[in-house]
């Protein structure tokens, strides 16, 4: 099936609206968060309409009908991803995902599988968002382990050629993006995901700009933990998921104490419920669980790949424009191979600021600045860049009318 | 709005060709400030003889706005006396904080009215007050000296 | 202003639908969450609909839109609360902003007012929800602090004779509840505040049961820090909020790691932004934030005072009913001082899960259990209550079908 | 649904005059389990000889249906061998997720078949779990001795 963006734009309300008097929004800023369709909007609202009240607490029937459908939207993330239900824990980000893991660890005993000793290792990555990174450096910190990095190419990619010493055998900890959020890069996590496991450390994957883009399987990447954002795959803000393998988790300790994720407590002592309950605490973020399940099932229903093929089509259009222009320089690989949908660029005299502020002025959507990753900017020698990043209801137009605009802003700036 | 309304000439030719811009070697104080969310950074330096801005430069990177505006800064702030100073910062203040209800007072900001525009654009404010929060505390720092 | 409950119902859509084949829902687990009016669920789906963005991260004009509601939420919170607004953070839940306490506080290096020391004290209450106990607890067991706690007497209140030995010179931390969410006991905070103050300790203040339902104003009342949930004071799920005085916050460590909330960042280091930023990480959960705003609003609009008078005309009514069964027993105050509506009791020889599954086929939703309150339940004798909750929706023919419930009950139980 | 469904007559019997109840001196292992959710807990002792369940009895707090249920399970249990057991025990795990779509194997379950009503009630299929869980735990550790 191909990706038909006019007839998806008819389910998504605010392409009803228009921006700056009048003009048609051109929104080119998915990688910081994606537009909803009714159905998700819809599925939250219902929520409270139909069937709110405390999961897994009353033995009334809202609170009945309140759990079945929170626990369906479990089970269609899980399938989406291609784990099992229990594997699937909600949170409120891919932030709190990878800070629960942190903290998690961080807490893990001496006899616990996870335990991060005085020397152990973590290793990241130079081009990761500073939700997988600061956790992981501040886990460092506070058990005296090491942190390491793979560095980033000119091409924008992780140098592996380090990869043995870099992963090596007091390594506990493998975190890193599956796409850049600035490059658009996509990591090779094979020939990573073997390296690590052979000396024994875990792999977390931050997926926040993967799952929403491509087809994932879990099972198939051979990972052990995954985190992405509901509120930039279509689903509502305030809701997150944490997957973990289910052995992983069973071991795992718990991260926020509260309701629910017990199975005793004293005033001194608490014992924990089995995942995924021992990793939601408290009243959980219903309505959002339930509207995060209505996205996965509209993308599904669109389909990954095909959704995939057209972000790659409008990638190549992008990509191709930007480099007929030769005041753009383009961070991140010029190809598409292993690469999504997020095409990051500086324009010679102008600042991203004052581009995307130009930009805005006609209508169009874009990111500027560090993208929450200081590290990589530093690397890239720039302050900021400006960030196109499109999704499936994005087409050539939309293209064409960030193209346009660049070159409209140069004439615009010029003009002093 | 128009974005000509934003980007006056005026701000484009600071921009252009800054103003006082080039640390001098000699200062009483220097302040470093970063707006974390864009990653734009100025550095200043102030020196003030008999209570009077006598000597103000200023470094760094940025957007015309934040460039710019520490352009006019330096240039408004020099050779006036403490109190001076701060009724032409905190004029500039208010008229960032005016949501556009405001032109701005000539009399007292010269041509730093042209960032009236400013004001209506709640993401470029801090982007215009970089370079003058910069100076209020290189101002409260030599006071305290 | 009295409260109209026929007119205020018609604001929450669920009461249109009926339960258990046609029956009239009678809701009263309002303890666990509250029912939402319909502008708390059109602020929530009309910021997807107009004004979806990433908030504080976009210079085009959706982002500045969603991060205009954003902070007017946080404004309208913040009167709400008598604060100000850098004073307020919204969380996920009361969970999490009571979990952020215990790990920020736990990270507090040496020279940090807030650090806990080994034999450092912590003094909690017998009668504290999982989310207040379980944090404290699990806190000082990292840190090496003792855990005390002030005793619940006969009469479900806090014994305060042992005051002075209880928070002692060592004690940094008190940590209780405003309104017990078992026995509706609300606590007398004024002496306990001015004792922690005396000894340099902070007071945190679980208001997830009292800001719903009284006229909070977080200055009067002398605390350092507060927690409430937004989906027990009719706004959505998913968020909560920590509210803390300025110059505590402007000390406190940050929580989770991640985006916006940092100053600066290299691989190995990082900075951080001022409160309320430092304690927002990550895409925040804006729509739910706009929610709670419109829920405050709506709570506003009516009158907290009026709410407690209603609610207290039915809490009457429901004690008093109860009280002329003989077979039940409730706990906590039987008079209406110093109490909100939360009325727990037991039934002679029926488990509280099948009182609660009897009252369901009659449409009355209450909740049995022990409400995440295990050692006051220990300390009461029992292993579960009912609890039946009222809120503004109520009136006093709930009470009644509530009362004639628990009757018909005894007959259906007394059949075999 | 109507609640005597639930509610039959049989599992209020069994709630008031429970069976097996009491906990044996001998045992070959206990078992302790509970339904964090709602607090209620169960202890069961079991003991095999010749791979028979020789005695099994039980004590525990609890609502109606988790008390009857376990209540019902020592009666049917008791004087089976392992393997005969298991087919009970999974006949009633089967019977409580059915939905409402299954009215249980007279021949099997006996008077237990009273608990169909509960699976059409998510939040006590739970309780009327909480024995058999706790038996099929025992028969494991039993087994592992
Ligand atoms: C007194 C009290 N504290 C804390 C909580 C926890 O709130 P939440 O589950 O919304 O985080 C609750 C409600 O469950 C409560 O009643
Ligand atoms: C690669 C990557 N990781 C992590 C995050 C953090 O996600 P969130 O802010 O939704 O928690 C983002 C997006 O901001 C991201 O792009």
């Not at chain 1, 891919?94 to 000793?117: C, D, K, M, Q, V």
């Not at chain 1, 959020?181 to 990573?192: F, M, R, S």
């Not at chain 2, 240039?75 to 209800?101: C, Q, R, W």
């Not at chain 2, 701005?104 to 929060?133: H, T």
Request: glycine share 8%.
């Amino acid at each position: 099936m191909t990706v038909n963006p006019a007839l998806i734009r008819k389910d998504f309300p605010i392409f009803e609206r228009t921006v700056r008097e009048g003009k048609k929004l051109v929104y080119l800023d998915n990688g910081a968060t994606s537009q909803k369709p009714n159905s998700v909007i819809e599925a939250e609202s219902d929520f409270y309409r139909f069937k709110n009240a405390a999961v897994h607490r009353g033995a009334h029937q809202l609170a009945e009908e309140a759990t079945e459908v929170y626990e369906q939207a479990r089970d269609l993330v899980a399938s989406f991803l291609g784990g099992v239900s229990d594997e699937i824990i909600f949170t409120k980000s891919a932030t709190e995902s990878l800070n629960l893991l942190a903290y998690a660890i961080g807490s893990a005993e001496p006899s616990n599988r996870f335990h991060l000793a005085e020397g152990d290792k973590i290793v990241v990555t130079e081009m990761e968002h500073h939700a997988n990174l600061i956790p992981w450096q501040q886990l460092a910190k506070r058990n005296r382990a090491t942190l390491g990095w793979f560095e980033v190419n000119s091409e924008g990619r992780l140098d592996l050629s380090q990869i043995e010493s870099i992963i090596d055998s007091k390594t506990k900890i493998v975190a890193l993006t599956h796409q850049s959020n600035v490059l658009g890069t996509v990591n090779p996590l094979q020939e990573i995901v073997k390296r690590a496991h052979e000396v024994g450390a875990i792999v977390i994957l931050d997926a926040c700009q993967s799952v929403p883009h491509m087809k994932i399987n879990v099972k198939e990447l051979g990972i052990d933990f995954l985190a992405f954002s509901g509120h930039k795959a279509l689903g509502p803000t305030g809701v997150g998921i944490l997957w973990g393998r289910s052995e992983m988790l069973a071991d795992l300790p718990p991260f926020l104490f509260g309701g629910s994720m017990i199975e005793t407590v004293s005033m001194t002592e608490a014992t924990w419920a089995n995942p995924p309950k021992r990793f939601e605490a408290g009243v959980p973020n219903m309505a959002q669980a339930v509207g995060l399940g209505a996205a996965v099932k509209y993308l599904t229903t669109i389909g990954l790949e095909s959704i995939h093929d057209h972000e790659m089509k409008l990638t190549q259009q992008l990509i191709h424009g930007l480099q007929s222009n030769s005041d753009v320089e383009i961070y991140g690989p010029a190809g598409c191979d292993m690469r999504g949908g997020v095409v990051s660029f500086s324009l010679a005299n102008i600042h991203p600021h004052d581009l995307g502020q130009f930009l805005d002025s006609q209508g169009i959507a874009v990111r500027t600045g560090h993208h929450c990753a200081w590290p990589l900017n530093r690397k890239l020698g720039v302050v900021a860049t400006t960030r196109a990043s499109v999704y499936l209801y994005n087409d050539s137009s939309d293209i064409d009318a960030l193209l346009l605009g660049v070159c409209d802003a140069q004439r615009f700036f010029a003009r002093a | 709005m128009d974005l000509s309304n934003l980007y006056q000439e005026v701000i484009l030719d600071h921009y252009k060709h800054p103003e006082h811009k080039g640390l001098s070697l000699e200062k009483d104080v220097q302040v470093h400030h970063i707006n974390p969310s864009c990653g734009d950074e100025i550095t200043i330096n102030l020196t003030m003889r008999d209570g009077v801005v006598s000597d103000l430069t200023w470094d760094g990177v940025g957007c015309s706005i934040s460039m710019a505006s520490a352009s006019m800064m330096t240039g408004l702030l020099h050779g006036k006396n403490a109190a001076e100073a701060t009724v032409i910062v905190e004029s500039f203040v208010d008229l960032m904080h005016s949501k556009g209800t405001s032109q701005g007072d000539e009399n007292v900001l010269e041509d730093a009215v042209a960032f009236a525009g400013v004001s209506q654009y709640p993401a470029r404010i801090k982007c215009a007050l970089l370079g003058w929060m910069a100076y209020k505390d290189a101002a409260i720092q030599v006071h305290g000296k």
